[in-house]
């Protein structure tokens, strides 16, 4: 049971569904699940919609609040999001309600309501299992959309589990139809980030530790996508980093399936970086990020180090 009474309640109430800074598809797909069948709710996003987002709010004919107002007459329900961090501001509200399925969830107030199931590879796959446990009906559109959640998060069923298929099962069950999902998240991608991520291979650094190989680069934007193709191109860690002028940076990394299997982690690294730098790290074993301040190559290098002696350690 995911449902406490408590949680019921603050249902019941006007819902506001807050996804993350520059909100990817499972995090959106979550909001459209929870929107469906709650009449009163609405998305909002705090800092921008990531271009995949974006494209399955406009497929799927969603609305999104851009700003987040000061404050809420009703829950906040956070999705996707571990810490306060990835989605400030946070309204205040009579309550909030956090879903999620980080490793690592923290920095949330005391009263604050959490479901959090790190063994779930997608917040959709907890959106659906609410869903089924308040016996509501799932549109085919609502199953559509935590489907695709389903498939980004987990990089097209790569790093799925049973119970990710079990969702997926249930899902196409009552509508999801695979090959519209893959139409809807396979679109061209726009000219700048087509840029974007053949810049960050043009300028990526590579460097060969024993039988593991780690890329850095830098970009402006779209740096989770551009470090998970770095992973493509046949590196087993890629770290990628951007800094703005105000001297805010963050760096997203992705590792291969093979060297997590074997045991390498990027959260206990992004850690390590918090407890040096400040700021803050979330994310799973093969994909986790960074955000703090300073400059984005001196730290992107601390976590290069990092990994290096990491992979020492490896068998
Ligand atoms: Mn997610």
Known sequence: MLLNDKIKK??????????HHHADVDSIASAIGLNSVFKKSTICASDGVS???QKLASVMNIE???KPPESWGGTVVVLDS????HCNPVPKSESIVVIDHH???????????VIHLPQRTSTAEIILDLILEM????SKSCANALLCGIYTDTGQFRHANGETFRAASVLAKVGADPQEVINILDSERPMIQKTTFLKAAQQMKWIQEGKRIIAESRVKSFESGSARLLIVLGADIALVSSGNKKGDMRISTRASNRIVSEGFNLTTILEEIVEINGGSSGGHPGAAGYNGKGDPEAISEIA???????IRQLP
């Open 82 to 85: 571990p810490n306060p961090e």
């Open 51 to 53: 271009s995949h987002g």
């Open 64 to 66: 999104i609040m851009e």
């Open 135 to 138: 016996d509501l009906e799932i």
């Open 304 to 310: 290069k180090q990092k990994c290096i002696r990491s």
């Open 10 to 19: 603050a249902f019941d109430n006007d819902l506001l569904l807050l996804v």
């Open 103 to 113: 490793t690592k969830i923290e920095g949330w107030k005391k009263e604050t309501e």
